[in-house]
């Protein structure tokens, strides 16, 4: 008995480690060099350049189709970006409910920077809900295809 609950505690301890791999790396982003300067004159219209810049930089971890009923995590995020699109800060406004998602999601907006220059703005505050499957393929908010 003692040994199926230790061989049971492994596999469980095994299986957290393993359901975690995905947010262990973050891949270099795909986009190179300077973005084209956006043409957004608020920060609702910066916010969908913003999304479809990291939409661009990652498009190997973009949720396709409608996201399942059941996320694994959902976070808030803040990103603050200076006239020239570089990240200044990131904010983490809702925790995820998996810890290891936070640190990741976070390396990769700062990761997919530059952003465009957010230049009718001189510089740009974006708050982003992001959608997380435990695949870590997400969605974000502003380009979201919806849930099941």
């Known amino acids: 008995m003692k040994t199926v609950l230790l061989t049971l ?3 469980l301890l095994l299986g957290a480690g393993a359901a975690h791999a995905q947010f262990s790396v973050v891949p270099a982003p795909l986009t190179q060099g ?3 300067p956006s043409e957004a004159d608020s920060p609702q219209a910066y916010k969908k350049d913003f999304a479809q810049h990291v939409y ?3 498009p190997m971890r973009i949720y396709r189709g409608q996201l399942p009923p059941l996320l694994y995590s959902v976070m808030l995020t803040e990103t603050k970006l200076d006239a020239q699109g570089n990240v200044v800060d990131v904010t983490v406004i809702r925790k995820p409910a998996v810890d ?3 640190p990741f999601i976070v390396q990769l907006i700062k990761r997919a920077a530059p952003f ?3 230049a009718k703005m001189g510089e740009a505050s974006v708050m982003e809900i992001w959608l997380v499957d435990k695949s870590g393929a997400f969605q974000v908010d502003t380009l979201t295809e919806g849930q099941k």
């Open 9 to 11: 505690t492994a596999a």
């Open 116 to 118: 465009p220059a957010p």
């Open 56 to 58: 661009k930089a990652y």
């Open 100 to 102: 290891a998602v936070a």
């Open 34 to 36: 300077a973005p084209v």
